[in-house]
């Protein structure tokens, strides 16, 4: 044994000497260019290429590693043991509901597309003690390496490329929650000089738990898979990637529950615009240009967020684009002191539909009121406002998912006296689900309870609303409504202010 080591130690002292003597007879820079002719020789007869993707690319940060490091880390946790080890790093970023895997250092995980087989290596190694920068850099380099086939190279590499940023994309809004914005007080910005100031977004509202027809969920949300899945046919007819929704009806109908659910269902953002806050078209503009892709924008309450006032009545029917303003009036009773908003119906229809609304992909318009006929006909119609739903009162079928949701019970679970005087009574009630969500509330601990409260609730609005008086009044509303539709009408075809369209 002694000689062994005898011998292992004259051979790395014989290895020591070779190497000074070659570094004293050649000089570095011809060791340099010796070395990588090797590796040039070498690659000649090697099948595979190698391409190597660093952290950090100057001074900016790479953002095809962050990809990769996304996409690894769902093939690392669903593929263990592919990697060479089983030891794999666990992270969880900011704003992150899932903690999400990664390779090791040094590490080697294998990967397929298209029926072709690729090495990724994540390689970290220390870096060297840097002088002076204006960036401090991380103490480690870190990198990943992919090697593929040669022959492989000129039919997958650029696709596998887009797949995995494609793929990234979809986990990193997986993986991160989503928020809700709102634009700042007064237009002022936050420490990043950003004008939306932002909250995790956690509302549970899902399209299962909406009360709402079944027929009509299921045509929103075909509607709104077809837009996220659009890009290849918004391109194709040269339409700007966006579509606009007017939610409308009386109040605690639900309005905001109906936007929760859109956001959770296609994980979007949400940036609940307060126009009050808005002073100039400028600013309206602005705050558009720092809305991100995949979101949805809100405009709750459009008629009563600004002082929305008749065309017609305000500029004694006469032409002009002052007819166009909506701003709080100066010196109003609401008009804070100082205050100048002077945003106008041309400024908010151009945000909606005007060349910079398409100053991004991907995004979903919403707005919301209780008194549809309030509103100026140009903000809606196809184009701005493209898909109107009505959130109706209470229906039988609407019925039906509250006791799921607030009780735990379907229709074979009530007594079918009880479930046919519901269904007598629900319509001719006219209870908003808001309304119904509370008795059930009250009572959620007594089902039997809930439900006799329920009916006798629903027949007793439903017997007032019978009673001649009311049916005189509803019929009066009714007519007054119809009238202001027909004076509406006649000014949008009238031409007039500044729409010219």
Not at 101 to 120: K, P
Not at 127 to 143: I, Y
Not at 480 to 486: P, S, V
């Amino acid at each position: 044994m002694k000689e062994v080591w005898t011998t292992i130690a004259s051979l790395m002292g014989v290895w020591a000497f070779s190497r000074t003597l070659l570094t004293a007879i050649f000089p570095p820079e011809l060791l340099f260019t010796l070395t990588k002719l090797f590796h040039h020789f070498f690659n000649c007869f090697s099948s595979y290429c190698y391409y190597d993707i660093t952290e950090i690319e100057g001074v900016n940060t790479n953002e095809l590693y962050t990809a990769v490091q996304l996409y690894l880390s769902a093939t690392a946790a669903s593929s263990c043991s592919a990697t060479s080890s089983n030891r794999l790093s666990l992270t969880r970023g900011l704003n992150s509901s899932a903690i999400t895997f990664g390779l090791a250092h040094n590490d080697r995980i294998t990967d397929e597309f298209n029926g072709v087989s690729v090495l990724w290596e994540h390689i970290v190694t220390p870096r060297q003690s840097q002088t002076f920068s204006w960036r401090p850099l991380p103490e480690e380099k870190r990198g990943f390496t992919l090697r593929m086939n040669k022959r492989d190279k000129p039919y997958v590499l650029q696709s596998y490329l887009d797949f995995i940023t494609e793929k990234a994309n979809d986990i990193r809004r997986k993986n991160e929650d989503r928020l809700l914005h709102t634009n700042s007080r007064g237009g002022s910005l936050d420490s990043r000089g950003q004008p939306w100031e932002s909250v995790p977004f956690k509302h549970p509202s899902t399209f299962d738990t909406l009360a709402m027809d079944p027929l009509k969920k299921a045509e929103i949300m075909a509607d709104l898979r077809d837009f996220a899945d659009g890009s290849a046919f918004y391109a194709r007819t040269g339409r700007a990637w966006k579509r606009g929704y007017l939610l409308y009806g009386p109040p605690g109908t639900g309005k905001s529950s109906m936007i929760a659910a859109m956001a959770n269902f296609l994980g979007y953002d949400i940036y609940d615009l307060e126009l009050t806050e808005v002073q100039t078209n400028l600013e309206l503009r602005k705050l558009l240009m720092k809305t991100s892709s995949k979101s949805i924008i809100v405009i709750e309450d459009i008629d009563c967020s600004v002082n929305l006032t008749n065309r017609k009545e305000t500029n004694g029917g006469g032409g002009g684009r002052d007819q166009c303003s909506f701003g709080l009036p100066e010196g109003g009773p609401d008009t804070e002191p100082g205050t100048n908003n002077s945003i106008t119906l041309s400024g908010l229809l151009n945000f909606t539909d005007g060349l910079w609304s398409c100053c991004g992909s991907e995004r979903i318009f919403v707005f919301t009121t209780n008194h549809v006929e309030k509103l100026d006909p140009a903000l809606l119609r196809s184009g701005r406002m493209d898909m109107h739903v009505f959130m109706s009162y209470c229906s039988f079928a609407s019925l039906k998912i509250l006791l799921k949701n607030y009780l735990g019970c379907t229709t074979d679970d009530v007594a079918p006296e009880i479930l046919r005087r519901l269904e007598a009574v629900t319509y001719a009630a006219e209870m908003t689900p808001a309304d119904v969500s509370e008795v059930l509330i009250k009572n959620r601990r007594d089902k039997d309870r809930a439900l006799r409260e329920l009916v006798e609730v629903l027949s007793v609005r439903a017997e007032k609303n019978r009673s001649p008086v009311r049916r005189r009044e509803g019929e009066e509303v009714a007519e007054e409504e119809e009238e202001k539709r027909e004076v509406e009408s006649g000014d949008a075809a009238a031409g007039g202010g500044c729409f010219g369209e």
